[in-house]
């Protein structure tokens, strides 16, 4: 089978390189426009661009994905199947162009988590098993029937960074299990099936990180757990931005607020919650580097 891949970020990147070393011939990657970054401003290729540039495959960089320019040289990549993971929403004429379709992997057990952000959100509220799902792309996002679905068990004290490490292997070997299949003919698509209590993955805004420190302390290391490394929770400190990386949970002593917190200047940090402590293990302070609490506190005076 020709496969066309398209994808951007390294949690694609293993997908990628699943399906090269498992055999499979990619005639064309189209993965995310080169943008500046840093403090130089130069241009930054994708990681998926940096991988495909390196194994030899020709790269597409659309700005618009209904370029009559583009869709023309798509085209002529005659490829039988495409697949996208971690990737922008396809317009049909794009995802319909293949005589196998387009298949996308999805960080979450469907239809459960649909949206951008599934690993975040799925720690975020509590969840003990999250998972990856190859489906057949259709019209409405993270619709489409289900081929194949893999569960993965989340740690009590996993970060979203843990278990998108996690997930991005998962992925990967559950998508060429799943290529591999369509290759012979030998799998049974489901619709996925319908849920009274749907629970969404929306996109990730600043405004999601500021921890209240009114609401249950276990919600707000969810909170943390959620966000870390990415896009962080934070809080203010002598009104600068305190992001919080790691944190562990503890009993509240008597009579104090929630908001306020608690150091030794030595060893400890730790905030009260409405119903406990958030004790700050893994911190980055306004304008400093990522640090251990410990360390902070002895460059610091609270």
Not at 5 to 18: E, H, R
Not at 46 to 53: D, R
Not at 108 to 114: E, N, V
Not at 157 to 172: N, R
Request: charged share 25%.
């Amino acid at each position: 089978m020709k496969i066309v891949f398209m994808g951007t970020p390294d949690f694609a990147v293993a997908s990628l390189n699943a399906l090269v070393e498992a055999g499979f011939e990619v005639v064309g990657v189209v993965t995310a426009a080169d943008k500046p970054a840093g403090r130089g401003q130069k241009l930054q290729e994708s990681a998926v661009k940096q991988y495909a540039v390196l194994k030899g495959i020709p790269v597409l960089q659309p700005l618009k994905l209904k370029d009559p320019i583009f869709l023309e040289e798509l085209k002529s990549l005659n490829a039988d199947l495409q697949v996208v993971v971690a990737f922008r929403m396809l317009p049909e004429l794009v995802w319909n162009m293949p005589p196998s379709g387009t298949i996308n992997l999805h960080a979450s057990l469907l239809p459960q988590y649909r949206g951008a952000a599934p690993i975040n959100h799925a720690i975020i509220n509590g969840e003990k098993e999250s998972g990856v799902t190859t489906f057949f792309l259709k019209h409405e996002i993270d619709t489409g029937d289900v081929i194949f679905s893999e569960r993965v068990e989340i740690r009590s004290d996993e970060t979203a960074g843990e278990l998108h490490d996690e997930l991005m292997h998962a992925g990967a070997g559950l998508l060429v299990k799943t290529v591999r299949a369509i290759a012979n003919g030998d799998y049974q698509e489901q619709p996925q099936p319908q849920s009274a209590e749907l629970k969404h993955a929306p996109k990730i805004f600043k405004e999601d990180c500021l921890i209240d420190w009114n609401q249950p302390a276990l919600k707000i290391y969810n909170q943390i757990r959620g966000l870390s490394p990415y896009p962080t929770a934070f809080t203010k400190l002598n009104d600068k931005v305190l992001k919080i990386f790691k944190a562990e949970l503890e009993d509240k002593e008597p009579g104090i607020s929630a908001g306020a917190f608690l150091s030794d200047g030595k060893t400890y940090l730790k905030f009260a919650a409405k119903d406990g402590f958030i004790k700050l293990t893994d911190l980055q302070y306004e304008g400093k580097k990522r640090m251990r609490t410990d360390e902070f506190l002895r460059g610091m005076r609270l």
